[in-house]
């Protein structure tokens, strides 16, 4: 409690203190920022703060490198946050092109999360997207109502920690006997959202930010670049778009038809189909012609044999057909793959795709997975079956419900139970390195890995086999 204290005094002055050195006591802005910490939200937020980032702060000091740089930009976006919230008492409730503006130093922030994942896979690698992926839980100031496209703050906390805790729990299953370190910083980081965020929004804005009636109202940067100085270098490429601005793709119905669609619409078209063929004459059939014999040569038949074959990849899909399957195909290194707008009369197939992370947000009828290669795949419900097939490294994770699931001629197979799916049907054909995680008996929130067996023993008796799976003792 003390600590707690003296953090809110230390942060009181710091704010005092650079009112001094601006000068500006009078202002109507100085004397919100001076008023700040007596209301409620924020000194709850400088609790929020103080209580759980420093959890993570704490344990990231002792693991350094990339995890200490990765917690320094979480507290830098944590921090902006708390800026934003005390500027919103103050502001109008600005338009769509105002927010993004008013929003942009929360978004650098996060972008700055987001580059640290980027460029050559690290060691910690989990570490960096979980933190990375939790940062859009912040994007809940931008709720601005139903019209908006965003779930409500509460939700929207909860369902961007489902996508950063796909890396979490990597984390606590690596490090489960080697560094306490990472798994406290795991854990601490999945406090900091739940309870602690989500609690923070729920307790003081269940329904949004609260925007002044009679504060300042944002305006958009002119779009105008300004000249560089002299001797000043060049500015910095525009950045990619921003976490709180949307993209509307290209319908599909748009895009000319490809392959067969294409032959089949020319025929249909009544046009003649051989206008734009040319004419063989006589000197053009190979019987006529003295350069093509029989005989095959050596040096065009070495030529022939020494050009591997390649394999053909498909074009990606991402698209609902009929209404009724969900087909995602052939998609590479995708990290952002998501379904979130899904019933329980839907199906979902996965095809081809490789490096690769897939989120399921609902209740569907049945997942396949099939031919894919370090694919990881997060859903909520299942009404019949997961089925993973011809699959080589795959992670899957099912947060909710699962009757089924099936593996069949797959290496490598990682699944998460939820509580709620320990009762599973597990059924394994022709597959090896399978292993089943099931959530711990402990309060700790860790996960039990339990191997499935790929060797058995078939033994006659009484006019029948009877099969046992092969038991290794550690024993000599």
């Known amino acids: 409690m003390e600590e707690k204290l003296i953090q809110r005094l230390e942060s009181a002055v710091s704010r005092l203190e650079a009112l001094s050195l601006s000068g500006g006591g009078g202002s109507a802005t100085a004397r919100g920022f001076e008023d700040a910490p007596l209301d409620p939200s924020i000194v709850a937020y ?40 005390i500027q919103v008492k103050q502001t109008q409730k600005p338009d769509n092109v105002g927010l993004a503006e008013f929003l942009k130093p929360l978004n650098e922030a996060i972008t700055k999360a987001n580059s640290l994942t980027e460029g050559r896979r690290s060691d910690f690698f989990n570490h960096l997207k979980t933190a990375a992926d939790s940062l859009s839980a912040l994007a809940w100031i931008a709720y601005t109502g139903k019209e908006c496209g965003m779930s409500m703050p509460i939700a929207h906390v909860e369902e961007s920690w489902q996508m950063a805790e796909f890396y979490c729990n990597k984390i606590l299953v690596e ?28 307790s003081f804005y269940p329904l949004g930010p609260v925007w ?13 670049p300004k000249a560089p100085a ?22 599909s119905a748009s895009r000319p038809k490809e392959g067969m669609a294409a032959v089949f619409q020319e025929i249909n078209s009544g046009k003649p189909v051989t206008s734009g063929l040319r004419k063989v004459t006589a000197d053009m059939k190979t019987k006529n012609r003295a350069d093509r014999s029989g005989v095959v040569g050596m040096h065009e038949k070495e030529s022939r044999t020494s050009s591997p074959a390649v394999a053909k990849v498909g074009p990606p899909k991402f698209e609902l057909q009929m209404g009724r399957k969900w ?12 379904i979130s707008e899904c019933d329980s009369k839907q199906s ?40 993973i097939v011809n699959c080589n490294r795959v992670e899957v994770q099912c947060q909710g419900s699962a ?48 191997a499935l067996p790929e060797q058995f023993i078939h033994m006659f008796k009484d006019g029948r086999f009877e099969t046992t799976p092969v038991s290794h003792s550690a024993g000599g």
């Open 46 to 85: 400088e609790d929020l703060i103080g209580q759980y980032l420093g959890r993570v702060s704490a344990a990231a000091e002792k693991i350094g490198g990339q995890v200490l740089d990765i917690t320094k930009v979480l507290q830098q976006a944590f921090s902006t946050q708390k800026d934003l919230l």
């Open 175 to 202: 490090y489960k006997t080697k560094d306490p370190n990472h798994l406290e910083w795991a854990k601490a980081l999945k406090e900091l959202y739940l309870p602690g965020l989500r609690d923070y929004v729920k």
């Open 212 to 224: 002044s009636s009679t504060g300042k109202a944002v305006t958009a940067a002119s779009s105008k």
């Open 230 to 251: 002299p001797g000043a270098p060049a500015p910095p490429p525009p950045p990619s778009a921003s976490l709180f601005s949307s993209e509307t793709s290209q319908a």
């Open 327 to 338: 087909v995602v195909e052939n998609q590479i290194a995708k990290k952002d793959l998501v």
């Open 348 to 387: 979902v197939y996965i095809f081809g795709c490789k490096d690769s992370v897939l989120q399921i947000q609902g209740k569907v009828n049945n997942i396949t997975i099939d031919k894919c290669a370090n694919m990881g795949v997060l859903f909520t419900d299942v009404v019949a079956a997961c089925e």
């Open 403 to 450: 009757p089924t699931v099936s593996v069949d001629n797959t290496t490598g197979c990682q699944f998460y139970l939820s509580k709620d799916a320990l009762g599973a049907s597990i059924t394994t054909a022709k597959s090896s390195e399978v292993n089943i995680l099931v959530p711990s008996s402990g309060a700790d929130g860790d996960w039990a890995e339990h």
